[in-house]
């Protein structure tokens, strides 16, 4: 089967007087159709720029410096801004991290989702209207909400407006940059199941962002770990949540606690995320690292194959 998503050595950088900082780090990775593939890591690692970058949605100081994105075969790096305004929210869209931010508070939730309907489709407001209001019934918002503003939702319904806004020209994929973040777990369960049957009936793919390894876990197909721009981990969910390879992605999961089993402590990652700005010499992770040795101090690992879905950057293995 063909990728529906293909990232090959993909470089960001953030371009400051003080410097460059690499986010993303020749990072390489696909998506499959009707997939859900979990990035994962602290806040800062390069999860969010990765996934602006998959739709060039990057502004100054930001600059996508090396690699290529394809969907369908076809490089959206060298899209021009007619194929990009084609390509955003009909093949490609984002479910962004703050509903709220997202949503315009002076206008109605109602027109938010006509206008993006008649921005890429010739049909009429009336039809438009329609549409907006059946998206609405199937993320669980009744279609007499079309009048409401962002401020008069609670915030899983405005989350879930963001899902069927993102939903309104049946993409193909939909980039979620922690979408739960700001609800609580019951809110968040609700949420999640609720994307688990919306894929299921329109078959779209998922990149799922997140800082969350548990929650990950159980609605992603694979995982990959990222840290200071680096994709350090990559497999199957279950491989990489219940058999972690790499120290960080290990961390990782020690910081969570478990709902079921017998009570564990819990461990945090020692010290601070690398200074992109000063990266040393070797593994990114060395200085934070309880099982560093001293070629983890003079070479920098690199992503290689453990098993047979299984890649993973670290001397260790």
Known sequence: MSALLEINNLCVDYVSPNGIARAVNNVSLTIQPGETLGIAGESGCGKSTLAFAISRLHKAPALISEGEVLYKGEDVLKMNARQLRKFRWNDVSVVFQSAMNSLNPVITIGEQLVDVILAHKKVSYKQA??????????????????????????????????????????????????PTTALDVVVEREILNELYDLKTKFGFSILFISHDLSLMGEIADRIGVMYAGNLIELGSASEVFGSPKHPYTKGLIASFPTIHGPKERLYGIPGNPVNLLNIPTGCNFQERCGECTKVCTREEPRLIQTDADRLVACHLM
């Open 129 to 178: 209207h329609e549409r907006g209001a059946e998206l609405l019934e199937v993320v669980g918002i009744h279609a007499d909400r079309m009048g409401s503003f962002p401020h008069q939702l609670s915030g899983g319904m405005r989350q879930r407006v963001v899902i069927a806004i993102a939903l309104a020209l049946e993409p193909k994929l939909i980039i979620m940059d922690e």
